[in-house]
């Protein structure tokens, strides 16, 4: 099973409404990151969240990391159509290999 | 500073061939990894590669393989092509450690006929 799950798999909202993912994973972490992807591109990095932070802001996204819940979630607020993408979440694992670990992402859609 | 370029951005093999991808990162960035994304497995970690050794691999056969040269550019092999090796293939530079921010490419795509 996947060490990190999106929830939902598929979002659809108005412009202007703000819109939530949630992640969680299963084991502790060194980082948590949140990356987009527009349709059958490369990722873009939004932000990173260290395990001993619990909430990073970016312009109009607000990230929070709950470790003693392992889960995260990325707000969007104000959306825009062009923010419609899929959004992953990505755990750096404390333990075992030193690599991300990708969930399967949220399909974002924001109608105009 | 140019971002992480791939090549070739398309590819169409057929099955039993082999095929290399290229990758070359932001300067100045010594780890690349690669991942391979298809809708039904998501994106899957292939390996990482830090001063021309493989320092993490995941879980594919070794028909999947990988190096890195000393201006820190790195290649893919794929040998004895499968249909279910059709994928997204993206590599993504960091400066240090695979656990860093990572910087992708656009991307590779494979098409196995």
């Known amino acids: 099973s996947q060490q990190g799950e999106e929830d939902p798999q598929a979002l659809s909202i108005q412009e202007g409404e703000n819109a939530t993912m949630n992640c969680s994973y299963k084991?502790?972490?060194?980082?948590l990151q949140w990356y987009r992807q527009n349709s059958g591109r490369g990722l873009v990095h939004l932000i990173l969240i260290r395990s001993n932070e619990r909430e990073k802001h970016s312009g109009r996204l607000r990230v929070t990391l709950d470790t003693s819940k392992k889960s995260s979630s990325l707000l969007i607020t104000a959306s825009r159509a062009a923010d419609t993408a899929s959004y992953f979440c990505?755990?750096?694992?404390?333990?075992?290999?030193?690599?991300?670990?990708f969930g399967q992402g949220t399909r974002l859609t924001i109608n105009p | 500073k140019a971002g992480v370029t791939q090549t070739p951005r398309y590819l169409i093999k057929t099955r039993g061939q082999q095929v290399t991808l290229s990758c070359s990162p932001i300067?100045?960035?010594?780890?690349v990894s690669w991942y391979q994304q298809t809708p039904g497995q998501g994106l899957q970690f292939l390996f990482e590669y830090f001063s021309e050794t493989q320092r993490n691999k995941g879980n594919f056969p070794g028909r999947f393989s990988g190096r890195q040269f000393s201006n820190s550019r790195s290649e893919m092999n794929v040998s004895t092509l499968e249909l279910g090796d059709s994928a997204l293939y993206l590599c993504?530079?960091?400066?240090?450690?695979?656990?860093?921010?990572?910087?992708f490419g656009p991307g590779t795509r494979l098409t196995v006929l």
């Open positions: 300067s100045g960035h010594r780890s």
């Open positions: 993504a530079s960091s400066l240090d450690r695979g656990q860093d921010t990572q910087y």
């Open positions: 990505a755990t750096a694992l404390i333990q075992g290999a030193q690599k991300l670990v």
């Open positions: 084991t502790s972490i060194n980082n």
